[in-house]
Nanobody, 120 residues
Framework: VQLQASGGGVVQPGGSLRLSCAAS????????MGWYRQAPGKEREMVAV???????NYADSVKGRFTISRDNAKDTVYLQMASLKPEDTAVYYC???????????????WGRGTQVTVSS
């Protein structure tokens, strides 16, 4: 089971980007899915998380600017980012708790990360 993220890039302050992350492999179900980010010299931090039922949680720094969503039929999570600021510059990682056949509890998986750079 793996996660593949895409959609990063370079954008000017105030701009928008949409990240996508698709899970693939032998999947029974996916519980929480989320996005995290890590800026140079800083620890990885939670950006947004969405449950299988659609409940969401956001870091205070992105509330009102970022929107997390998911398509359960496609095993995909999205992060729509608007009003981007230079301090949003980071590598963004997707994360998911995935139930797989023959394994008891869900397993945790990380995507490889996609770079988002906000600069004029």
């Amino acid at each position: 089971v793996q996660l593949q993220a895409s959609g990063g890039g370079v954008v000017q302050p105030g701009g928008s980007l949409r990240l996508s992350c698709a899970a693939s492999g032998n999947i029974v179900s996916i519980n929480d899915m989320g996005w995290y980010r890590q800026a140079p010299g800083k620890e990885r931090e939670m950006v947004a998380v969405i449950t299988s039922g659609g409940s969401t949680n956001y870091a205070d720094s992105v509330k009102g600017r970022f929107t997390i969503s998911r398509d359960n039929a496609k095993d995909t999570v999205y992060l729509q980012m608007a009003s981007l600021k230079p301090e949003d510059t980071a590598v963004y990682y997707c994360n998911a708790w995935i139930s797989v056949p023959l394994v008891g509890p869900p397993v945790n998986r990380w995507g490889r990360g996609t770079q988002v750079t906000v600069s004029s």
